[in-house]
């Protein structure tokens, strides 16, 4: 899943449906599936440059047997004017430009994103003023080298947080209300959204919003991408195989006493 994450903005990805490849990527995943880690890394992959020798880039067989590749980017904006892809080891495949990712509050962006944001971005990428990383985790921001910026926004904030930028790319972490996901849907190029349907968060008017999404109703810059992985399919270096099974048993003793749960096989399946 988090290959499909990486690699749907990619033309040859699903030429069918998606010639040009997919704008919008709606991860309806289970819980704990590895959503926000892939979202972090698409982030970061676009405003570094691209080392070909990134383990990242070698092809390999998942524990599944299935065949994996995740595709290098292209300098973005040379290929948006001809259509051809050219590849540049030394500098980000896209121009400085700036990007959100939004999240339901304070403690989301220090405790999840930021730490994510931190695990994958190389050191030697970060901004510097003087001796200072641009990095700053009060005001929820940091920059490249190259001029690129990435901004937390909060779902909880005004509606000025949230105006005024034109987006290369926005990311989303769980449920944003309606008018907040409408500011992202035009200004924003890309929109690559994890969303968690059972997530304490996400309850309300925010579930009907993913869900007109996931339906049609609300159109997102198009085409729009859905991923969804069940427990089944996430390897043991995302959720450890124990780890696994103590939530499947602790579900499963749960529906003998109660019967039946939508709302486990949510947990377990991701969807709606």
Same mark, same amino acid.
């Given at each position: 899943?988090?290959?499909?994450?990486?690699?749907? *903005?990619?033309?040859? $990805?699903?030429?069918?449906?998606?010639? @040009?490849?997919?704008?919008?990527?709606?991860?309806?995943?289970?819980?704990?599936?590895?959503?926000?880690?892939? #979202?972090?890394?698409?982030?970061?992959?676009?405003?570094?440059?691209?080392?070909?020798? =990134?383990?990242?880039?070698?092809?390999?067989?998942? $524990?599944?047997?299935?065949?994996?590749?995740?595709?290098?980017?292209? @300098?973005? /904006?040379? +290929?948006?004017?001809?259509?051809?892809?050219?590849?540049?080891?030394?500098?980000?495949?896209?121009?400085?430009?700036?990007? =959100?990712?939004?999240?339901?509050?304070?403690?989301? +962006?220090?405790?999840?994103?930021? &730490?994510?944001?931190?695990? =994958?971005?190389?050191? #030697?990428?970060?901004?510097?003023?003087?001796?200072?990383?641009? *990095? @700053?985790l009060s005001e929820r921001w940091f920059?490249?080298?190259?001029?690129? &910026?990435?901004?937390?926004?909060?779902?909880?904030?005004?509606?000025?947080? *949230?105006? !005024?930028?034109?987006?290369?790319?926005?990311?989303?972490?769980? !449920?944003?209300?309606?008018?907040?996901?409408?500011?992202?849907?035009? %200004?924003?190029?890309?929109? *690559? +959204?994890?969303?968690?349907? %059972?997530?304490?968060?996400?309850?309300?008017?925010?579930?009907?919003?993913?869900? /007109?999404?996931?339906?049609?109703?609300?159109?997102?810059?198009?085409?729009?991408?859905?991923?969804?992985?069940?427990? /089944? /399919?996430?390897?043991?270096?995302?959720?450890?195989?124990?780890? %696994?099974?103590?939530?499947?048993?602790?579900?499963?003793?749960?529906?003998?006493? @109660?019967?039946?749960?939508?709302?486990?096989?949510?947990? %377990?399946? !991701?969807? $709606?």
């Amino acid at each position: 899943s988090q290959a499909q994450i990486l690699n749907a *903005w990619h033309p040859e $990805f699903d030429p069918i449906k998606a010639p @040009n490849g997919y704008s919008t990527l709606l991860d309806i995943s289970a819980v704990r599936a590895g959503k926000s880690a892939g #979202a972090c890394v698409n982030q970061i992959a676009w405003i570094i440059p691209n080392d070909p020798e =990134w383990l990242m880039f070698q092809p390999y067989t998942d $524990f599944k047997g299935r065949e994996v590749r995740v595709l290098r980017r292209p @300098n973005w /904006d040379y +290929w948006e004017r001809t259509g051809k892809m050219e590849y540049d080891s030394s500098e980000p495949p896209k121009e400085a430009c700036e990007c =959100w990712h939004g999240c339901p509050d304070e403690m989301h +962006w220090k405790e999840k994103l930021n &730490r994510e944001y931190m695990k =994958w971005m190389p050191g #030697a990428c970060i901004g510097k003023r003087g001796n200072d990383p641009l *990095w @700053n985790l009060s005001e929820r921001w940091f920059e490249t080298n190259w001029g690129s &910026r990435v901004n937390g926004k909060l779902y909880g904030s005004d509606m000025q947080a *949230w105006s !005024g930028k034109e987006l290369f790319l926005t990311s989303l972490d769980e !449920g944003p209300p309606k008018d907040k996901l409408e500011e992202c849907r035009i %200004r924003s190029r890309y929109i *690559w +959204w994890a969303y968690t349907p %059972r997530e304490a968060a996400n309850t309300g008017d925010r579930t009907k919003v993913a869900h /007109d999404v996931y339906t049609g109703k609300i159109v997102l810059p198009g085409p729009m991408k859905v991923i969804q992985v069940s427990w /089944d /399919d996430v390897p043991d270096h995302v959720m450890k195989t124990s780890s %696994r099974q103590m939530r499947e048993d602790m579900l499963n003793a749960e529906e003998k006493k @109660n019967g039946y749960s939508n709302a486990n096989k949510v947990t %377990r399946e !991701g969807g $709606f």
